[in-house]
């Protein structure tokens, strides 16, 4: 396996991580709790009869435009697409291997528990990375994970 290929499409891969996340950075507010009194209440009168109601129109939730770029380096790309919750990243598989990736997770997970522990990641084929995450996360907390990460990738590939 060539080192300096796969550095580069690694460390891409990893900054394309960095644009993972929420569309903003706002938290969320939090919901409001329902109290239901304690006590019975008697049964309202009856509502008088309507003859015809008006339709009810439900309004859709906005869609979400994914986050997508492609990341280039001596002739190899790494392509990513990503939602709040999921991204979906596109490598070469021909000098990326499934194996490669899984040593790399595995050694970043031990070294940041606290911050990967809730990151589950499948390659449901070579060539394909399927990452998933917190809806939370907003794309400044990805790109403080990545800059960690960076450290650890070029730890693993001096012991490649």
């Known amino acids: 396996m060539k080192t300096k290929p796969v550095t580069a499409v690694l460390l891409a891969l990893l900054l394309s991580v960095a644009l993972v996340g929420c569309q903003s950075s706002e938290p969320v507010e939090s919901i409001p709790q329902i109290v239901t009194p304690a006590a019975p209440v008697e049964a309202p009168a009856p509502a008088p009869v309507v003859e015809e109601a008006a339709p009810v129109v439900e309004e859709a939730a906005p869609a979400v435009t994914p986050i997508t770029g492609t990341l280039s380096y001596a002739g190899y ?11 979906v990243v596109t490598y070469p598989a021909d000098i990326i291997y499934d194996s490669d990736i899984d040593y790399f997770f595995a050694y970043a997970l031990a070294n940041h528990p606290d911050l990967l522990s809730q990151v589950v990641y499948q390659i449901p084929q070579s060539g394909t990375l399927v990452l998933n995450f917190p809806e939370e996360v907003t794309v400044a907390d990805a790109e403080a994970v990545v800059n960690l990460l960076a450290v650890d990738l070029e730890a693993v590939l001096a012991n490649l």
């Open 77 to 87: 790309s790494v392509s990513y697409e990503a939602v709040p919750g999921e991204a």
